[in-house]
C-alpha cells in the first residue's frame, strides 16, 4: 500500500511516519573538508544536526592541498565520492559554468541569502546564481607581538608598508631564543605558497599576466617581489619555512616563536584564543602591507559548502549546508564558545551584533574584506579576476607548478633568476597549449 493510499487509516498513517523517518535516520551524507581550526570545530556539533534532521554524517577531513586533488578528481570525473565538498572562490564559478554543481536557488526564506556578505555572495556565483555557501569568508592581515614591539621600541601602524614589516621584523628577530621576526608561507601549492606570494608580488606591482596573456615573470617587478621575500625569511623567518602553511605558521606563531604573522584574518580567534595559544593576550592586528603604488598584499576568500552534481544526496545535503552557514549555527558557537571563536566574514548580521564589534579582530577582518577588490587586483591592468588566484581553469595546475619553483628558492637549491626564467617558460607553455596564446 502506497503511504499516499494509506492516508485513509490511521493505522498505516502511523505505519507511514514511522517508515519516513526510519529512511531518514538510515541517510548518510559525506563531506570533504580542510583540515583547519573552524572545520574541525563544525565536526564537533554535527550530533546536532543529525539529532535535528535524522541525518548522519561521514567526514573525510585532508589537508589543504590533498583537499584540492581529491575533490577536483572527484567532481571532472563525476566520481561521486562527496555529497558536500568544501571548496573555494576560486573553484565554486568555474565548477558552477561547468555544471559540475548544483545550484543553490532554492534556500529556504528563513536561510535569508541576502544577508551574506556581498563580496562573498559575488565570488560564489556564477551569472547571478550561488553555487556555494560560504562557511567563513576571509581576507589576509598582520598579527603581531604586542609585547616584542613595545620592548623593540617600534608601533605598528594600521596600514603598515613592506619597509614596516621589515624593520618591525628585524626588530624583534631573536633566533637564539627561537623566537623569529616573521613567519610566513613558503609551502608548495597554489592556494597555500602560492597564494602568499602572488599577493605579496601584487603590491610590488606585478602581475601574472599581462593583457595579451603573456606571462609576466621575466618583468622586474617579479624579481623584485620575490628577492624581497626571500631576503626578508632569509634573514628573519624559522628554518625550513620552504614546508610551512598556514597551520604550521598558526603552530609557530601560538608557541610564541614568530613576531608577526601575515596570513588569513580568519586566524585571528586561534592566535587570541589562551586555551591554545601562548601569546593570546599580546596580539595586535594591522591591514596587510603595501608598497606605496595603492595595492595591498590581502586576499580575498571563502572556504564553502557546495553539492557536487553527482550526489544521490542533494536534498539532505542542501539541509546540512543551510545548518552549517546560518545565522543560528554562529549563535550556537557563540553560546559555547564564545564571540571571538564563530565562523567570520559570511554574514552581514555578524558584524551588526554588539557582542562581535566587542571582538578586538572584529573591525580588521571586515576591514580587510572590503579592502579586496578581485576585479582589480594589480598595479597594471590585467585579463583576470582573482587576487591570490587568476579565475581560469588552468590556474590551479600552473600555479603550483611555480610554487614549487619558488619553494625551492626558499630552499637554497635555486636562485630567484632560475626560478623565474622556470616559471615563465612553463605558464607561456600551458597556456599556449591551452589556447590561450
Request: charged share 20%.
Amino acid at each position: 500500500m502506497s503511504c499516499k493510499t494509506a492516508l485513509r487509516a490511521s493505522a498505516a498513517l502511523a505505519l507511514c511516519v514511522f517508515a519516513g523517518a526510519a529512511a531518514a535516520q538510515d541517510t548518510t551524507i559525506t563531506i570533504a573538508t580542510v583540515n583547519n581550526g573552524d572545520m574541525i570545530r563544525m565536526q564537533g556539533y554535527t550530533d546536532r544536526f543529525t539529532e535535528e534532521t535524522g541525518i548522519a554524517v561521514e567526514w573525510v577531513t585532508l589537508e589543504e592541498n590533498v583537499l584540492r586533488q581529491r575533490v577536483t578528481t572527484d567532481i571532472t570525473t563525476n566520481g561521486g565520492q562527496f555529497d558536500i565538498m568544501t571548496i573555494g572562490m576560486y573553484e565554486t564559478p568555474i565548477w558552477g559554468a561547468n555544471g559540475w554543481l548544483v545550484p543553490l536557488d532554492n534556500l529556504s526564506e528563513e536561510y535569508d541569502v541576502d544577508d551574506i556578505l556581498p563580496a562573498m555572495r559575488g565570488g560564489l556565483s556564477h551569472d547571478g546564481t550561488l553555487y556555494a555557501a560560504p562557511f567563513y569568508g576571509e581576507s589576509s592581515m598582520v598579527m603581531y607581538r604586542t609585547d616584542l614591539m613595545e620592548a623593540a621600541g617600534l608601533e605598528m601602524p594600521a596600514a603598515p608598508t613592506w619597509d614596516d614589516i621589515r624593520a618591525a621584523a628585524e626588530a624583534m628577530n631573536d633566533p637564539a631564543n627561537e623566537v623569529y621576526g616573521i613567519c610566513l608561507r613558503g609551502k608548495p601549492g597554489w592556494g597555500e605558497g602560492g597564494a602568499f606570494i602572488t599577493v605579496t608580488a601584487n603590491s610590488f606591482g606585478a602581475r601574472w599576466f599581462d593583457e595579451e596573456w603573456n606571462a609576466q615573470f621575466d618583468q622586474p617587478e617579479w624579481e623584485q617581489a620575490l628577492t624581497f621575500f626571500v631576503d626578508l625569511m632569509n634573514s628573519y623567518g624559522p628554518p625550513g619555512y620552504a614546508t610551512n602553511g598556514f597551520n604550521e605558521n598558526l603552530s609557530l606563531f601560538q608557541q610564541g616563536r614568530c613576531g608577526m604573522w601575515i596570513d588569513a584574518t580568519v586566524a585571528a580567534s586561534f592566535v587570541t584564543n589562551p586555551n591554545d595559544s601562548t601569546v593570546a593576550d599580546t596580539v595586535g592586528f594591522a591591514l596587510a602591507p603595501d608598497n606605496g603604488l595603492g595595492k595591498r598584499s590581502n586576499w580575498l576568500w571563502a572556504w564553502a559548502l557546495a553539492i557536487p552534481a553527482g550526489t544521490q544526496q542533494a536534498d539532505a545535503a542542501l539541509q546540512f549546508i543551510e545548518w552549517a552557514t546560518s545565522r543560528e549555527y554562529i549563535e550556537l558557537v557563540a553560546e559555547n564558545e564564545g564571540w571571538a571563536n564563530v565562523p567570520p566574514g559570511a554574514r552581514t548580521s555578524l558584524y551588526e551584533t554588539p557582542e562581535y564589534q566587542d571582538v578586538p579582530f572584529a573591525q580588521m577582518t571586515l576591514d580587510s574584506i572590503n579592502a579586496a577588490d578581485p576585479t582589480n587586483p594589480t598595479v597594471d591592468p590585467v585579463p583576470y579576476v582573482g587576487i591570490q588566484f587568476v579565475a581560469i581553469p588552468e590556474f590551479a595546475g600552473i600555479a603550483t607548478e611555480v610554487s614549487q619553483e619558488f619553494a625551492e628558492v626558499y630552499a637554497g637549491q635555486q636562485t630567484v633568476q632560475e626560478a623565474l626564467a622556470n616559471a615563465q617558460a612553463l605558464t607561456n607553455d600551458a597556456m599556449e597549449a591551452a589556447g590561450y596564446r
